[in-house]
C-alpha cells in the first residue's frame, strides 16, 4: 500500500472525525469540568460528628462564655454562650475569630533561646533549665530583688501564681500593664482603700454619663456592655457622651457633650462643682469622709462652671443644666475611663468622674457605682520563703508603676531579668521605641507568650504558653462589671505545637529551682494546682462551667478619701506644638492591647482605617486646610513622623485628628501587621504624679502634604 | 413542594438603632461559612463579605452628626411581583442560582457557577462576590474548617445562604421527629452573633414569628407600585431598593427618618408624600 | 515562493514582505496569547475587575465585536434575502469580518469566565430565562452559520479548487447559501437582541433597565437595529483600510456607496429610536424608581452628559445624516468620516451599557466605581485585533476574497507592465 499524501490527509480527516464523533471528547470536556470542581489546592473539610463543647474566653477581660462546635472532636466555631451570666448568647468578633488564633502564623511552636540575633529551637527541658540556672545565679548573687515581671493578668490563680513565684523568689517588683481594671483599682485604692474593685451597673442605670467610655467598643467587658446598652436603648434609659468625636457610642448616645481633648476631668470637677452650690449637696452629708471640706471649698472655688467653660469648651449654662439632670434622674451613674479606659489616662479623670458618683450618693446603690472586694475564691497554702525571698521581698519596689519602670530601666538599668507574661509592652505603651531601650538594659528576659509580638521578639528566652483554647484557667470577670463571675475555662483541643500552660511551664521552672521555691509549687501541675486552690467553688465551677461570686450591690456606704483631688492635682500637658491634637482611637474591630487581631477582624475593618499600607486618620474637613480626602499626609509629633492617609469624617471636633490604634503591628503575620502606624509610636508619655500612670491621652501634631 | 404545607419566607429584620457596628456578625458569617481572607482586604471591592457592614452619615458636622450601620447580607429578592425571579437568579445562565420556592433563599452551586458574574452585574445591592483568587489558608489553619459549607474554588461566585447548612440540619432532626421547624432551632449565624440583638430571624409567612410580628409584611401588591410585594406595616420598616421591585426579605427597622429615608432613593419632595404610606391596608384604612 | 496559491491573475507583496508584516503583528498577538494564559493559569486577578465591575472591557469588547460584526449578517440579509445582488462584491469581506469578530467574541469569552473548562454548561444546565443562554446559544450556532459561509471562499482557493469535490462542493454551497444567511439573520436578530438585553433586563440597575414588548426590553431590539445599522459600516472602514494598505481599489464605488446609503438609513432611523427611548427612559422609567437624569451623569470623575451628547448626537445622528445625504455620500472624505464616527458611536454605546451601568451608584449610601483595566486586560483585548488582521492578510493574499480586484485594477496593473 501506497501512501501518498492525499490518503494520508484522508486518514488524518477521519481519524479527527472518529475522535470527534467517538465518546472521548465529550468524557474529556465533563472530566476536566469535574476536575475544576475538586482541585486538589482547595480544600474538604472533614465530615463528622457535631458536638459542643463549653469554655471561657480569655482574649480579653470580659470573660464571655463560649461554645465550641465541634466535627470529630476538631473545633470549627466559637459562638457566644447562651445563658452565660457576662455574654448571655452575645459574642464579639475577635471571640468569634479566636480559633484563626489557633493556627496564627506568628505562634511560637516551640521553647526558644536567642543565640545572637535569632532564635533557636530548644526542647522543654533544655528551655527551663536555662532559665532556672539563669535564675539561680541571680539568687546566689543575693539579689533576687532584681528580678522584674510585667503581665497584664491580675487576678485569678495564674495572677497570683506568678505572684507567689516571685514572692519564693523574693522580689517585689512585679508591674501591671494599664488597663480599665488596673486604673478602677487604683481609683478605689485613692478614694475608698486598697484592695478595691469598681463595678458599674449599667444594666439598672436609667442615665449613664459617659466621660468618653467607648461603653460599645470594648470598654470593660465589650460584649455585656454592647448588651447593656441595647437594655439601655429599650428601657429609654438615657446616655450622656462627653467626647470629641463621633464615637459608636456618641452615636447610641441621647445626647453628646462637646469637650476639648483631655478636659473630661475637668467637666467632672465642674459638675461637682454645681452639685456643692446649685443642688444643694452639703459636704455634712458626706460623713465620715476624708478631706471633705477642703476638696468641696477647692473645686467650688477652682471649677466655677465659667471656669470650666473656658478649659472645655462646654457652654456653663450646660453644665449646670447637666449636672442638675444627673443628679435628678432616679438611678444616675457616671463612667470614667476614655476609649477602652487602658492606656493613656489619669487618675485626676477617674478620682473626679469617682466623685461625681460619691457626692451623687451612687455608690453601692443599684444602678451606681459598686465598690467591690476582691473575688476571693482562690486559697494558695502558705508561701515557703527563704531568708533569700524574705529579704528581697522586703525591699522597695525599682519604680510605682510600668511606665516609670520603663524610666528607671532606660535611665538607670536595676534589673537582671524580667518576666513577661500576658503583656506586649513593646507594642502597647507609648514610645515603644524608649520601652525597647529600657527592656534591652535588662540582661535576661524570659517570655511567656503565645505568639511572636514586639516584646516576645525581643526576649532571650520563650516558653511558649498555650492559647485560651488550648488550656485549663479560672477566669474572673473584671472590667468594671458590676457582677463577679468566675469561669472556668477548659481545654478545647489539644495544645496543637510544643507549648504548655503557663502555669506548668511555671511549675517545672520552680521545681528546677529547688529548695524553697519547688516547695512553694509542690504541684503536680497547674490542672491540679487549680482543683486544690480553688477548692471552695470548684464542684460548681467544673460542673456549671462558672460561679456568679456576686451580683448585688454591696453593703453600707464606703467612706471616700479626697485627699487627692483636694489637693488640686494638675491636668497633663500635651506633648509638643502643632495645630492639631492627636488622639489614639479605640475601634470595635481592632484589638488594641497585647492581643493583635486575628485576620477576620482586620478583614471586616473599614477602608476608612486602613487603606493598603496605610492607617486612615479621622479629620474634619473644615480644618484639613489644601489636605483632601484620600490624600496622603505627613503627620509629625514631638516622637515621630508618620505616613498617613486623611479621611474626612465630619463627627470629629476640628482640629483633633483621630488615629485608629491596634495597626502597625510588627511580626510575622502578613494578615495583621504590617499595616498602618502603631499610634503609641507618635505619643511621648507624660507620667501622672501620684499614680504613676501614663495621662498622654494625645499629642499636638502638625500635617503636611507627602 | 408539598402542597399542603404552606412554605416559608425566611427573612429577617435588622435594627438599625441597635446595631452598633461592632462587626461580630461579619465575622461569624465568615467563621460559619469558611470565608477566605488575604493578605490586603482593604479594598473593599474585592473582599469577600457575604455579610457587609455600611457606614451611613446624616452628613451633618460635629457634634449634630449621626451615624448608622446597615449590615447587609444576600437581600435573598424575591424579583418584581415577588414570583421568585430575583435580578440575580432571572440572569443566571447556567441555573447555578437558584430560588426556593419552599424557602424564599437565594441558592448558590459553587460546582455549577461558570464564572460569567452576569449575577453581580444584575445585583444592586453588591451581595455578590467572586472568587477572583484561590483560597488559601495559612499553614494549617484549614483545620478550622466546616465541612457544612464547601470552601469554593477561584472562579466561582459566592453569597450569602442564609446560612441554609444550619436550615437542612433543623429540617432533617424536624423530620425525624415528624414535626415542623421550630423558630429557634433555624437561626443564622449573623443572627445568633449580634450581641446586641440588633437581628431577627424567622419565617415571615409564619405570624408566630417575631420576625413577622415586627415587619407585619402585607401580603397584597402595593397599590402605588405593583412590583411591590410584602411591603412592611410597620411605619419604622423599610427595605433597601424597595422601589425597583426586588422584593428583598432583608427588612431594616429605624426611629431616625434620615435612616429610612437612606433605603431607597427619592425625586424632590417624594419622601414627604412616602414616608408615611406603609403597604396596601394602611392606606386603606 | 506562495504563487501558486496565490489567486489566478492577482498581484501581491512579495512572501518576504508578507512574513515581516506577519511577523510584527503576529508579536503583538503573542503578547496577547501570552496575557491570556496569565488570566488561565492564575485566574482573574490578573485584571482590575472587581465585584463592583463583574462586567468590564472584555464584556465591552465582546459586545463591540459582536455590534460591528453585524455588517455579515446584515449584508448576507440584503444579498441572499432581499436579493440586493451588487452587494455580492462585498459579501465574502463581509463573511470574513464577521468570522473574525464571532471567534474573536468566543475567544474573549472564554478568557472571561472564571471557569472555562465548565464553559459549556451554559449549554447543559442551561436556564432559559438569562438573555446570556440566548446568547450563548444563537452565537455558537451563527458562528457555524459563519464557518459554513466562509468556506466556500476558503474552496475557491486555486490550489483547493483544483479538487474536485472542494469545486463541487464549494459551488453547491454558494446554491443554497440563502438558506444559511437566512438562518444567520435570524439568529443574529436574537444574539444581537439578547446582548441589548443583558442590560435591559437588569431591573436592579436603573441605568441599565428598559421596559419593553413582552420579555423583550427595549435595548433587546435597539441592539439587533444598531448591528444592523453600523456593522456595515464597519465592513466598510475595514475594507477601507484594506485598501490603503493594499493600495489597490477591492470594491466598486457603486456597491460602496450602495452600502453606505442602507447603513445610513438604518442609523438615522435607529437613533430616532435610541433618542424616544433615551427621552423615555429619563422622563418616564428612571423617576419611577427614584432617580433623576443627572444622577447617572454627575458627581464622579469620567462620567458626564459629554458621552451622551458623542454617542447620541455626535456618532449616530451625525453619521446618519452624512450617509443619507448623496453628496456627503459619495464624498470619499465625509464617508469616511461617518463611518469612523459611526463605528465609535456603536462601540460607545456598548461601552456605556456596560461599564457606564457598573459604576452608577444604586443604593443611596453608595459610590461612584471606576476602573482602569489592567495590562493583561488590554493585551487580551488587543489580540483578537491582531488575530484579525492576520487573518485578514492570509485571506485577502491566497483567497479571492473580492470579486471585482482584477477588474478595478486592470488599468493600474496594464500601467505598472508598461
Given at each position: ?11 488524518g480527516l477521519g481519524a479527527a472525525a472518529g475522535i470527534a464523533l467517538s465518546p472521548v471528547g465529550v468524557k474529556l470536556t465533563d472530566d476536566s469540568s469535574i476536575w475544576t470542581q475538586n482541585w486538589p489546592w482547595t480544600p474538604v473539610p472533614e465530615d463528622g460528628e457535631i458536638t459542643y463543647d463549653r469554655s471561657v474566653c480569655s482574649l480579653c477581660p470580659g470573660a464571655c462564655g463560649i461554645s465550641v462546635r465541634k466535627i470529630n472532636g476538631r473545633p470549627v466555631k466559637i459562638e457566644g454562650l447562651d445563658d452565660y451570666p457576662i455574654n448571655n448568647g452575645g459574642a464579639c468578633l475577635h471571640g468569634i475569630s479566636g480559633l484563626q488564633y489557633l493556627y496564627d502564623p506568628a505562634r511560637i511552636k516551640t521553647p526558644l533561646k536567642k543565640t545572637g540575633n535569632k532564635f533557636e529551637k530548644i526542647s522543654w527541658d533544655e528551655a527551663i533549665a536555662l532559665v532556672a540556672q539563669t535564675l539561680g545565679k541571680i539568687r546566689e548573687s543575693g ?297 534591652d538594659k535588662v540582661g535576661f528576659k524570659v517570655s511567656f507568650s503565645s505568639f511572636m509580638d514586639e516584646t516576645a521578639l525581643r526576649s532571650d528566652v520563650i516558653l511558649p504558653a498555650s492559647i485560651f483554647l488550648e488550656r485549663l484557667e479560672d477566669v474572673v470577670s473584671g472590667a468594671g462589671l458590676a457582677k463577679t463571675v468566675v469561669g472556668l475555662c477548659r481545654p478545647m483541643v489539644k495544645p496543637v505545637f510544643d507549648t504548655k500552660h503557663p502555669g506548668d511551664a511555671l511549675i517545672l521552672l520552680a521545681q528546677a529551682m529547688g529548695h524553697s521555691i519547688a516547695q512553694s509549687f509542690a504541684w503536680e501541675s497547674y490542672d491540679s494546682c487549680l482543683g486544690e486552690v480553688a477548692e471552695k467553688i470548684w464542684e460548681n465551677l467544673s460542673g456549671d462551667g462558672y460561679v456568679v461570686i456576686d451580683d448585688r450591690p454591696p453593703a453600707g456606704t464606703p467612706a471616700t478619701d479626697f485627699s487627692f483631688l483636694a489637693s488640686g492635682p494638675k491636668a497633663a500637658e500635651v506633648m509638643g506644638e502643632g495645630d492639631y491634637t492627636l488622639v489614639p482611637v479605640d475601634k470595635m474591630r481592632l484589638a488594641g492591647g497585647s492581643m493583635a487581631s486575628s485576620p477576620f477582624a482586620v478583614k471586616t475593618v473599614s477602608d476608612k482605617v486602613i487603606s493598603g499600607k496605610y492607617s486612615v486618620v479621622e479629620i474634619n474637613p473644615a480644618t484639613a486646610g489644601a489636605l483632601k480626602d484620600g490624600d496622603v ?74 | ?285 | ?418
Open positions: 500500500m501506497k501512501i501518498d499524501r492525499r490518503s494520508f490527509l484522508g486518514l539579689t533576687p530583688e532584681s528580678l522584674g515581671l510585667i503581665t497584664g493578668a491580675d487576678s485569678g490563680s495564674m495572677a497570683q501564681l506568678f505572684a507567689r513565684f516571685m514572692d519564693a523568689f523574693g522580689s517585689p517588683n512585679t508591674y501591671t500593664m494599664p488597663s480599665l481594671e488596673s486604673n478602677l483599682a487604683l481609683t478605689a485604692a485613692a478614694l475608698h482603700g486598697a484592695d478595691r474593685r469598681l463595678g458599674f451597673d449599667l444594666d439598672h442605670s436609667d442615665f449613664i454619663l459617659s466621660f468618653g467610655a467607648a461603653l460599645i467598643e470594648g470598654w470593660g467587658a465589650p460584649v455585656a456592655c454592647i448588651q447593656a446598652n441595647a437594655s439601655r436603648c429599650e428601657r429609654k434609659a438615657k446616655l450622656v457622651q462627653v467626647d470629641y468625636r463621633l464615637s459608636n457610642t456618641a452615636n447610641t448616645a441621647d445626647k453628646i457633650i462637646a469637650v476639648k481633648p483631655g478636659t473630661e476631668a475637668d467637666l467632672a470637677l465642674g459638675l461637682c462643682a454645681v452639685l456643692l452650690t446649685k443642688a444643694q449637696i452639703s459636704t455634712g452629708r458626706l460623713f465620715g469622709d476624708v478631706n471633705k471640706f477642703a476638696f468641696a471649698t477647692m473645686v467650688v472655688k477652682e471649677y466655677t462652671p465659667a471656669k470650666v467653660e473656658a478649659i472645655t469648651g462646654v457652654k456653663a449654662a450646660d453644665i449646670e443644666a447637666l449636672a442638675m439632670e444627673f443628679i435628678k434622674a432616679k438611678a444616675p451613674v457616671a463612667v470614667p475611663g476614655k476609649g477602652r479606659g487602658d492606656v493613656g489616662q489619669s487618675l485626676r479623670e477617674f478620682a473626679a468622674v469617682q466623685t461625681l458618683n460619691a457626692l451623687a450618693g451612687r455608690l453601692n446603690k443599684e444602678g451606681g457605682v459598686f465598690v467591690m472586694g476582691p473575688a476571693d475564691y482562690l486559697n494558695f497554702p502558705e508561701n515557703v520563703m527563704d531568708e533569700v525571698a524574705e529579704k528581697g521581698a522586703g525591699k522597695d519596689q525599682l519604680a510605682g508603676s510600668v511606665n516609670e519602670l520603663v524610666d528607671t530601666l532606660e535611665k538607670n538599668g536595676g534589673l537582671s531579668a524580667l518576666f513577661i507574661y500576658n503583656a506586649n509592652p513593646c507594642y502597647v505603651l507609648s514610645n515603644p521605641e524608649k520601652v525597647k531601650a529600657a527592656m499626609a505627613v503627620l509629625k509629633t514631638a516622637m515621630g513622623t508618620a505616613k498617613v492617609k486623611i479621611g474626612f469624617n465630619e463627627g470629629i471636633m476640628p482640629g483633633v485628628i483621630g488615629m485608629p490604634r491596634g495597626l502597625g503591628h510588627a511580626f510575622n503575620n502578613p494578615y495583621v501587621a504590617g499595616k498602618g502606624v502603631n499610634v503609641n509610636d507618635l505619643i511621648g508619655p507624660v507620667i501622672e504624679p501620684g499614680s504613676g500612670l501614663d495621662a498622654a491621652f494625645g499629642v499636638k501634631a502638625t500635617l503636611s502634604k507627602a | 413542594m408539598i402542597e399542603n404545607k404552606k412554605a416559608h419566607k425566611f427573612g429577617m429584620v435588622i435594627d438599625l438603632d441597635k446595631c452598633t457596628g461592632c462587626g461580630a456578625c461579619m465575622v461569624s458569617c465568615m467563621a460559619e461559612n469558611n470565608v477566605p481572607f488575604k493578605e490586603d482586604e482593604s479594598n473593599k471591592k474585592d473582599s469577600i463579605t457575604w455579610m457587609r457592614v455600611y457606614r451611613l452619615t446624616n452628613g451633618k458636622s460635629f457634634p449634630e452628626t449621626q451615624i448608622a450601620y446597615i449590615p447587609r447580607p444576600c437581600q435573598h429578592c424575591g424579583g418584581i411581583g415577588d414570583h421568585g425571579h430575583s435580578p440575580c437568579v432571572s440572569v443566571c445562565p447556567a441555573t447555578a442560582t437558584d430560588y426556593g420556592y419552599d424557602t424564599g433563599i437565594v441558592s448558590q452551586i459553587y460546582t455549577r457557577c461558570f464564572g460569567c458574574r452576569y449575577c453581580m452585574g444584575a445585583c444592586p445591592y453588591h451581595a455578590r462576590y467572586f472568587n477572583w483568587w484561590d483560597p488559601k489558608w495559612p499553614e494549617g489553619m484549614e483545620n478550622y474548617l466546616s465541612p457544612n459549607v464547601s470552601p469554593r474554588m477561584r472562579g466561582v461566585v459566592e453569597k450569602c445562604s442564609f446560612c441554609y447548612h444550619r436550615y437542612q440540619l433543623a429540617r432533617e432532626q424536624a423530620i425525624v421527629e415528624d414535626r415542623e421547624i421550630e423558630e429557634m432551632e433555624y437561626q443564622t449565624a449573623c443572627t445568633t452573633a449580634c450581641p446586641a440583638g440588633a437581628i431577627v430571624f424567622g419565617d415571615l409567612n409564619n405570624p408566630a414569628h417575631k420576625v413577622h410580628q415586627i415587619v407585619k409584611p402585607d401580603p397584597h401588591p402595593d397599590p402605588l407600585n405593583h412590583k411591590v410585594v410584602g411591603k412592611s406595616r410597620n411605619p419604622k420598616v423599610f427595605r433597601l431598593l424597595e422601589r425597583l421591585g426586588t422584593n428583598t426579605k432583608v427588612y431594616y427597622m429605624s426611629d431616625r427618618e434620615w435612616v429610612r429615608k437612606a433605603g431607597d432613593n427619592y425625586l424632590k419632595g417624594e419622601w414627604e408624600n412616602v414616608k408615611t404610606h406603609h403597604g396596601a391596608s394602611s392606606s386603606h384604612g | 515562493m506562495d504563487d501558486a496559491l496565490i489567486p489566478e491573475g492577482a498581484k501581491r507583496c512579495g512572501f518576504p514582505t508578507f512574513m515581516i508584516g506577519i511577523v510584527i503583528v503576529g508579536a503583538v498577538l503573542l503578547w496577547g496569547v501570552y496575557a491570556m494564559f496569565l488570566c488561565w493559569f492564575k485566574g482573574l486577578n490578573q485584571t482590575n475587575m472587581n465585584d463592583y465591575y463583574g462586567f468590564a472591557l472584555w464584556i465591552w469588547a465582546d459586545l463591540a465585536v459582536i455590534a460591528v460584526g453585524g455588517g455579515a449578517f446584515f449584508t448576507g440579509l440584503l444579498k441572499y434575502i432581499f436579493k440586493v445582488d451588487e452587494l455580492k462584491n462585498i459579501i465574502n469581506f463581509a463573511v470574513i469580518i464577521g468570522f473574525i469578530c464571532y471567534s474573536s467574541a468566543l475567544l474573549i469569552l472564554a478568557i472571561d469566565i472564571g471557569q472555562p473548562l465548565r464553559g459549556w454548561f451554559i449549554f447543559w444546565h442551561a436556564n432559559v430565562h438569562s438573555m446570556l443562554t440566548e446568547v450563548a446559544f444563537c452565537l455558537s450556532c451563527y458562528f457555524a452559520v459563519l464557518t459554513i459561509e466562509f468556506i466556500p471562499n476558503i474552496l475557491e482557493n486555486r490550489q483547493a479548487n483544483k479538487v474536485p469535490f472542494f469545486h463541487h462542493l464549494a459551488h453547491n454551497m454558494h446554491g443554497v447559501m440563502a438558506v444559511f444567511a437566512a438562518t444567520g439573520a435570524f439568529l443574529s436578530f436574537f444574539h444581537q437582541g439578547s446582548l441589548g438585553g443583558v442590560a435591559g433586563v437588569m431591573f436592579g440597575r436603573p441605568f441599565a433597565y428598559r421596559e419593553g414588548l413582552l420579555i423583550w426590553p427595549w435595548t433587546f431590539f435597539l441592539f439587533t437595529w444598531s448591528a444592523a445599522a453600523f456593522g456595515p459600516c464597519f465592513t466598510l472602514l475595514v475594507t477601507k483600510i484594506t485598501e490603503i494598505i493594499t493600495g489597490k481599489k477591492l470594491v466598486g464605488d457603486k456597491t460602496v456607496h450602495l452600502l453606505a446609503k442602507i447603513s445610513g438609513w438604518m442609523i438615522t432611523t435607529y437613533i430616532i429610536a435610541k433618542i424616544i427611548d433615551t427621552i423615555y427612559w429619563a422622563w418616564v422609567t428612571v423617576p419611577s424608581m427614584g432617580f433623576k437624569l443627572s444622577h447617572f451623569y454627575s458627581n464622579n470623575g469620567f462620567y458626564g452628559y459629554w458621552i451622551l451628547i458623542t454617542e447620541v448626537i455626535l456618532c449616530g445622528v451625525v453619521p446618519g445624516l452624512l450617509l443619507i445625504n448623496k453628496s456627503t455620500r459619495e464624498n470619499p472624505a465625509t464617508r469616511t468620516i461617518a463611518i469612523i464616527l459611526g463605528v465609535i458611536g456603536v462601540c460607545l454605546n456598548r461601552w456605556v451599557m456596560v461599564l457606564q451601568i457598573m459604576a452608577v451608584p444604586v443604593m443611596s449610601f453608595d459610590t461612584w466605581a471606576l476602573y482602569i483595566p489592567s495590562w493583561q486586560e488590554v493585551a487580551t483585548t488587543i489580540l483578537p485585533v491582531a488575530y484579525g488582521i492576520i487573518l485578514i492578510a492570509v485571506a485577502y493574499r491566497y483567497l479571492p476574497v473580492f470579486p471585482q480586484e482584477l477588474e478595478l485594477n486592470k488599468s493600474a496593473d496594464a500601467a505598472a507592465q508598461n
